[in-house]
């Protein structure tokens, strides 16, 4: 992920709206967290929490704060208990399993949920938001759970450990530590929150798990469209193919514009901008030529998928909807978590197609019948000890393995739906898992992309040996030169592993400026 300047302006909390990129540069730790003291969000705040109070005060039936929750909704909860009733939400709800999010995870699903409660309809306090800007701020992360949400009454039982650390009760992870969250609390002198009625359902309640994930995948699948679109230029580079396959005049009459998009960067970065004919060979295969159909797919899609995970950030999606302004309790769904399930159903999909794009072009550049010149499985290894080398030869294989594991998870998550709870959630959006999947689809991924560079180093190099008239355009050469810095030509066989996790390391924190307007 970029970093950001140490001196980049905080992230304000202040129900004005939020982009994807604010919510991934606070995962980074790129910037920080700040609630506004503006007079006019403040008193937005404390008007819905006051009306509340005023309900309450006059016997008002308001649901999940005195009656139970889901299939409960009939039972009436005794008014000297209510204040009970948002401790004993969380602590039912500490059932999660798997494995905890990632510290960059879990402060995008913090910074999720305060946007949320920032648009001052969940009748929270003014105590409450400034809490869990206090975990931001502080990097107090509540250690949660993968697993256990279907996506509607929003991610429950994740966010129940984000209630608990609140009221410090649970573990955290503060500074590579795992703690008691009492003890970091006390360290900082931060007293543990009582929450007040409605506050356990405004947190959990909502969509933030699926929300928070689904801005960092989105984000890695942007800079993966990136790579790949070079890759692949070098890849018909590397194998002689014919660069005019993106003619500008050719895309003119498909307009799609992110499959143009992709067409033209292509031809940016083989400088083919200049109309002619590769007399060697009329077309290349499917995945050289037609890969600003396949790449362009997802360019086109990402527009698409900011403005739905947007709007959900932006949303106030917990049950009921608190609106202090026209004193009224609404009722409805907006934990449904459709449209995140919806975009990371389909992002997952059109990253698992550009790994296996990126797989085929591999298959072909390690196999003599098709890569027009170059050493079988690239390797650089010549005279006698060119026998005993095998160059990419089990990359290659791995390669194919990645990319199928990430094909397979293609499945649809949302197609899932269970009715649970007593059939009170019986049509639930599966948002969260179709988020997780996304980012294994994405990891995976990535994981080709990082062969495929290793792949692009030899490439290039041992295309310019086979025939010394090539000459690498700008963006290619930059490109090369920076791999050949990174990792030595593969003469002698070698282990590739340290190779892959410094290339993935660049990848995830995105050290090459690609196409950048």
Known sequence: MTALPLTAEPVCFDGQRLVIEDITALASQARTARLSNAPE????????????????AEDGVIYGVTTGYGDSCTVVIPPELVGELPHHLYTYHGCGAGRFLTPEETRAVLASRLCSLSQGMSGVSEALLTQLALLLENDILPLIPAEGSVGASGDLTPLSYVAAVLCGERDVWHHGERRPAAAVLAELGMAPLRLRPKEGLAIMNGTAVMTGLACLAWQRADYLCRLATRLTAINVLASAGNAHHFDAALFAVKPHPG??????RLRADLAC?????????LQDRYSLRCAPHVIGVLEDALPFFRTLIEN???SANDNPIIDGDGERVLHGGHFYGGHIAFAMDSLKNAVANVADLLDRQLALLVDTRFNHGLPANLSAA???RAAISHGLKALQISVSAWTAEALKLTMPASVFSRSTECHNQDKVSMGTIAARDCLRVLELSEQVLAAMLIAARQGLTLRQREDSTVVLPPALANMHADLSA??????????LDSDLITLLGHIRHQRWSLYVA
Not at 273 to 281: A, H, I, L, V, Y
């Open 41 to 56: 969000f403040r008193e937005r705040i404390r008007r819905g929490a006051d009306f509340l109070d005023r309900l309450l």
């Open 259 to 264: 499959m143009q998009q992709i067409a033209a």
């Open 273 to 281: 901008d200049q109309p002619q004919r590769n007399e060697k060979r």
């Open 312 to 314: 959900e950030l932006n």
């Open 382 to 384: 010549t005279g006698p």
């Open 486 to 495: 990174l990792i030595p030509l593969i003469e002698e066989d070698r282990a």
